[in-house]
């Protein structure tokens, strides 16, 4: 039985929600946490999913049980020693260097601690990073420059404080929604000015006073223009910057050269660009909350420290409601700066280029085997597994076969590399695919540790239920893989306490206020109150009750002389532009219900639902000129690679661009992963790739047949899947629906013995399939030289009845419903699932006209209101054009 109330923290984005976990009859049921200090309470649609992804896991063969070695079945003692004796191999033939780690802002901190603990320290290889890099390694190279130290000066409670919010290249709207709730209240309570800085229009438009649609890639111009404006408009903080400040005039100097015609180089209205500059100006309670748009770049330090100059020229850093403020895409993609999970770092936030840091590391973990230096960064990690000089590669929870740049190359650096661990909740992922040995991690809800969020706040995951089968914590498996391989003295943890208490006495070890990062004060914290503890931000030092809200605000930076360094950096186009060849610039990013590349939301059908197709996004003008349609399958094209995907043609677009979303992997779509798009460009700093800004072509990509394919969820299929050239699948509660396309008639298979029905109009091209067993639907198919229109949501609520009747059968092979043009349509409030037709019906009909107005119809907007920019997009587009 579930214990009755749970305190968690929610796993996916770095706002760190804390999340009450009750047992109920069925189940379990999830809400905020009012006493957590991030979100008050608040989730957004995929915090309030937790439990859908957590039931979607458990259904069937999703889950990865026991351990596998070489395809076979294994108990943990014989999987365990198989990895130790493969890594101790790999070592005495081709010594450490030849062993790497990729690992993930998924993982808790205990088992990041772990792992750098043993790779660095006792294996003696520097190669361990992780999918941070492709989130904010930009950031963490930019805070080292200017501050000295990877910190954060800002907390949550700034974005209320503050009198204007500045968000650049941030759709905080979908990837920070409590976040983007929290400023929406605050605007309203006190009219906070919102400027969005972001080469399209997004959901967060909606949260705008001003939106400067720049040029991708001209965020150095703009903030460099900034900062000369503030100069001659003699808002720099001279006082502040003599005391606390160096650089200020090499950082001056290469602002100017860069100021000569801003707007032109940006792309923007002068008058826009003006009022921005004035806001600025005029306004001392500043946030610049700044993200993945910033950091994906190969300039994304130079860029995030263009923002903190400005901030540091007017001394707005880490005061109320004034502040840079980066925010993170991973739940611990903090916790593992902290403890060294990047190439980069050091645990403790050590430096491994310092000899001094280095030996007080060793002398910590008692571990010889550590040297100096930075490791391999992903991208070129995986070009040196391609190359033979890794040969052996522990993955742990992430999915780099999907989510890294150049994908196919990825994908072909696993397939060489002799040997492939990978630790993951479920039994199938594209990177896992290419494992020799596979084990199973422990998921969401069931471990237990630490994470922390983006305002430097560290919180409890706790465990309500049970993992399956042979299911381990990670930290446990790397604890017996270290053991096995000879260490045992070094790797004595037995609980996540234990290794929370040794990751606290580092970060106090001879560090006399060297290091931001300090939590000294839960180096002896005991069992019991890890168990209760509650979330605290660091530093949290020796002897301390509570932790620091905000740092630098004295002014003293963690440099050696005390005084942060503003940079000097010019603007630089992106490494390729746009050319005959491809002449339209993609940016990639993120969805509001999906995570990642969807291994776990993708299982939910209602996240599902809100965008059940990758869309790519694109301006009128090149649509027109393409000759596309809405609707219409579009091939893109790049340097590296191509991907198919249904075209959206919006306004929010700027001519010459387009957008793709970031998380279809290969066992959801055939032609969706956009990393076959990108290119390995990295920023030379941070090693980031640059995955805002891809050159690309776009043309129509036709086909001779589409189709509507419905299972029931089981995975066998009546058709040879393989052999159809596009096709996404969308889990849909009781049913799976594949959308198909291609030119050589399907393959049918069939489904043994089931009753098949069926329909065939040749002289239109039509048919239409269905599989009973025992009566009860279990498939059907529709195709056509269209793509089918059929009534989706009456169709999926088919294979809910024990026996279809003859009525629904008949209506079944019409192609029509019992409800025809009752479909919801994608689904916009996930919380009640509203679809969009409900709401542009109610809008149409005059029912309801303002958001208000569609939350008391419908509810729609009334959870946890992620969704409320989409209804006032519904509302905008049907609203009638009134005369002049
Ligand atoms: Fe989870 Fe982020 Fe949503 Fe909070 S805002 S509920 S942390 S996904």
Redesign the pocket.
Known sequence: MPTPEIRT?????????G?IVSATRDGWAVG?DPDHP??KG???????A?IDTVTAEAKGDVRLTQPMVDGNPAPWDSAIRAVADRLLATLADHGPDAVAFYVSGQLLTEDYYVANKLIKGFIGSPHIDTNSRLCMASTVAGHKRAFGADVVPGCYEDLELADLVVLVGSNLAWC????AQRLRAARQQRGTRVVLIDPRGTASSDLADLHLALKPGSDVALFNGLLAHLEQAGAIDRDYALRHVQGLEAALEAAYADAADVAESCGLDPADLATFYDWFTVTPRTVTVFSQGVNQSSRGTDKVNAILNVHLATGRVGKPGSSPFSVTGQ?NAMGGREVGGLANQLAAHMNPDDPLDVERLRRFWKAPALKGGQGLKAVDMFRAIRDGRIKALWIMATNPAVSLPESDLVRDALALCPTVIVSDIVTDTDSLRHAHIRLPALGWGEKDGTVT?SERRISRQRAFRQGPGEAKPDWWIMTQVARAMGFVAAFPYRTAVEIFREHAALSDFENDGLRAFDIGAMARVRDGDYQQMAPFQWPLLAGAKRGTDRLYGDGRFSHANGKARMVAVRQQAPVERASLRFPLIANTGRYRDQ?HTMTRTGLAARLSAHRPEPLLEMHPDDAAAGGLEEGDLARVTSLRGEVVMRLSITNDQRPGQVFLPMHWNDLFASRGGISRLVTGHVDAISGQPESKHVPVRVEPWRTQWAGLLFTARSLVLPLALDDVPYWVRQEAGDCRIHELAGDAPPVLTGLGDCEHLEYQDATRAIARHAWLDQGRLVACLFIGPQRPQVARDWLARLFAQPALSAADRALLLAGRSRDAGADAGPIVCSCYGVGRAAIAAAVADGRATSVEAVGKLLSAGTG?G?CVPEIKEIIRHAAPVVAA
């Open positions: 923290t929610c796993p996916y984005c770095g706002v760190g929600c999340v905020g991030a979100n608040r989730l957004c649609s995929k915090g309030a937790l920070h929604p409590v976040l739940p969020n995570w946890c992620s």
